[in-house]
């Protein structure tokens, strides 16, 4: 059977690094085995559904290089791939539940759900369950009677279809990651399967659509974990447990103070999504890997490498290599922490492999937002092979390099003025005249004509190359500042000397 794996969000929000993880792990586990990537919108909460969120969704994987083969945008033959469109499906699937004895029809108010867990409330048990010491007194189909059942769903009496666990077993499976992992069907509630409204719960749903998708392997956070025994249970009651997906639990990417979150984000100034995401209902703006000038290639090599390891010491890696050499078994089972300065540092290395034809695309709109001309394509390439190195995030570029273009707005003079004498404001009103005379416009030429003017002078030019980089740039960085007057031309060089002197 082929390997069909799934990730299913829900369109509620940004996309956290948690979650792109998972789709990588997904999506490098199904390409090394030659296999399908399915993306599945589990909408059934209608309640937290946010405009938006599933266009950004599809929008943050096609930055990422992480496209589906299968998902609402891309069809497949297992659709729809929204689950608010395979509603009419679900509700046999419960009732086939409750004919077998596996689950009930619950008919309790939310007052009487609010009196039970009222009732039931201790020291040690502060947040009752509705589990099988709770559901004996409870108005469900296990208490009523056959003709009061059919009563009150004749007169379309508003309820939900639970799953009934049973009190005493023990449910096992093994975890790609994991292990073994064993649960106490005693310690886990009567789970909602199908909700008033007719919408599955996500424990109905992801069972029913993983087994009519054909998915063979299931990832997922381990915030899912303590959901197993339940979903255990539904393969085992629905007569499908030998096609139950192989799971693997994957672990959390843990920030400062515990499991890494937007307040972290906030706090710390780094991203934790992947692409901005402004909240349409509070209109608060998560800052993400995109914006901040992340190359994907660097955001999914950083991820990978985020709880997982090939064995080796190498850390950089392209997506064919990942693909190639992904193991589900060789993820860590403990939490990953995120290094912002780490992922900083996959980038740089990242501005530093990428051919300049690649980096180009990736950094004009950071010079078009800064309203830098880089039209000359030839320039703009020579200019980026000269600053990459220097470059840890995209707009670092129009930092290191949008001076080439543009004069600078400011000078640094104040590092200039302790040591500035007459004799230096001399030697630069003379060399402004050699510069003007200068016949071959380049490096050596240019360079030679200002050591010989130091040397006339009894100047050292050592301290005559920081003034002049100032005038050029504006600041204390760059490349070779002959380098750069060669790349700005004469005329340029000439004006931005000539306008730092009269500053001086």
């Given at each position: ?67 589906p083969d299968e998902s609402p945008v891309h069809n497949g033959p297992y659709g729809p791939y929204r689950q608010s469109e395979r509603k009419e499906m679900y509700r046999s699937y419960a009732e086939t539940l409750v004919a077998r004895g596996f689950a009930y029809y619950a008919f309790d108010t939310k007052e009487e759900l609010e009196k039970m867990r009222e009732d039931l409330k201790t020291e040690e048990n502060p947040s009752p369950q509705y589990d099988h010491r709770a559901r004996k007194n ?367």
């Amino acid at each position: 059977m082929s390997v069909r794996v799934r990730f299913a969000p829900s369109p509620t929000g940004g996309l956290h690094l948690g979650g792109v993880r998972t789709v990588l792990y997904n999506y490098l586990f199904a390409k090394h085995h030659g296999g399908e990537f399915v993306l599945r919108i589990e909408d059934t909460d209608q309640t937290r559904f946010v405009p938006g969120a599933e266009e950004y969704i599809f929008n943050c994987l096609k930055w990422c290089g992480l496209e589906p083969d299968e998902s609402p945008v891309h069809n497949g033959p297992y659709g729809p791939y929204r689950q608010s469109e395979r509603k009419e499906m679900y509700r046999s699937y419960a009732e086939t539940l409750v004919a077998r004895g596996f689950a009930y029809y619950a008919f309790d108010t939310k007052e009487e759900l609010e009196k039970m867990r009222e009732d039931l409330k201790t020291e040690e048990n502060p947040s009752p369950q509705y589990d099988h010491r709770a559901r004996k007194n409870m108005r469900n189909s296990l208490n009523l009677t056959d003709d009061e059942v059919k009563d009150l769903l004749e007169k379309n009496t508003p309820h939900v279809i639970r799953i009934k666990m049973p009190e005493n077993d023990v449910l096992s499976f093994t975890d790609m990651i994991r292990g073994e992992v064993s649960f106490q069907t005693g310690l886990v509630d009567d789970k909602v399967l199908l909700k008033a409204d007719g919408m599955p719960t996500y424990h109905l749903a992801v069972v029913v659509d993983d087994y009519l998708m054909k998915i063979t392997h299931a990832f997922r956070g381990e915030e899912w974990l303590p959901s197993a025994p339940v979903h255990l249970l539904l393969w085992k009651y629905l007569g499908w447990d030998a096609y139950m997906p192989q799971w693997a639990h994957l672990p959390l990417i843990l920030g400062p103070s515990g499991k890494l979150s937007k307040r972290d984000g906030a706090k710390y100034g780094f991203p934790v999504f992947a692409m901005n995401w402004t909240d349409p209902k509070t209109n608060e703006l998560t800052e993400g890997f995109f914006e901040k000038g992340f190359l994907p290639e660097a955001f999914i090599n950083m991820l990978a490498v985020l709880g997982w390891n090939d064995g080796t010491e190498k850390e950089l890696y392209t997506m064919d290599e990942l693909i190639a050499s992904f193991d589900i078994k060789r993820v860590h089972s403990a939490g990953a922490k995120f290094d912002y300065e780490k992922a900083k540092w996959f980038n740089h290395e990242w501005i530093k492999r990428l051919p300049v034809s690649d980096l180009r695309l990736q950094i004009d709109s950071y010079f078009a937002a800064s309203g830098i001309d880089v039209s000359d394509t030839a320039k703009l390439e020579k200019v980026i092979e000269l600053v990459k190195d220097r470059c840890t995030l995209l707009p670092d570029f129009v930092q290191q390099g949008g001076f080439f273009f543009k004069a600078p707005e400011s000078l640094e003079l104040d590092a200039v003025k302790p040591k500035w004498t007459e004799e230096k404001k001399q030697f630069f009103v003379e060399y402004v005249d050699v510069l003007k005379t200068i016949g071959t416009w380049e490096i050596t030429t240019i360079e030679n004509a200002f050591k010989e003017l130091a040397a006339a002078k009894a100047i050292k030019p050592g301290e005559l190359q920081l003034p002049m980089r100032i005038m050029l740039v504006g600041g204390k960085f760059g490349p070779a500042v002959f380098q750069i007057a060669e790349m700005i031309g004469k005329e340029e060089t000439v004006k931005r000397v000539e306008f730092a002197l009269s500053l001086l």
